[in-house]
């Protein structure tokens, strides 16, 4: 009688089973987390914008508006969020008539999702909703 070595196609139909579980719930998971570390950057991004208008307008007594981050680096010296290709999001800081300013980190794939801040620290994103 001969004895074959291997796996029968139960077996490995009950792997291909619990693997397919595994993934089911452990992808959704990561992205998630991939989501809410994009999410850290504008948000972190923009609090860091906030600090450095309210030091210039305590030096200079104005606000300023630049776009992109080369300009805000220029604008700002403080700023130094990265490498701006491997940045999620693309800031711009604009002048209000009121004499304030509204920096806005504007989602790179897909331009409807955005977080902006005033110097008044109101943090809203794309639906009104604070942060």
Known sequence: MRRYKGFTLVELMIVIAILGVIFAIAIPTYRSYV???????????LSTIRLLEE???ADQ??????DGVAAIKVALPGFEPGVETNLNYVYNITVTTTGGFKATATYKPNSVKLFFITEQNTKEDETGHNW
């Not at 809410?36 to 948000?43: H, W």
């Open 55 to 57: 030091q210039h307008f």
């Open 61 to 66: 007594g104005e606000y300023i508006g630049a």
């Open 35 to 45: 989501e809410a570390a994009r999410t850290a950057e504008a948000k972190t991004n």
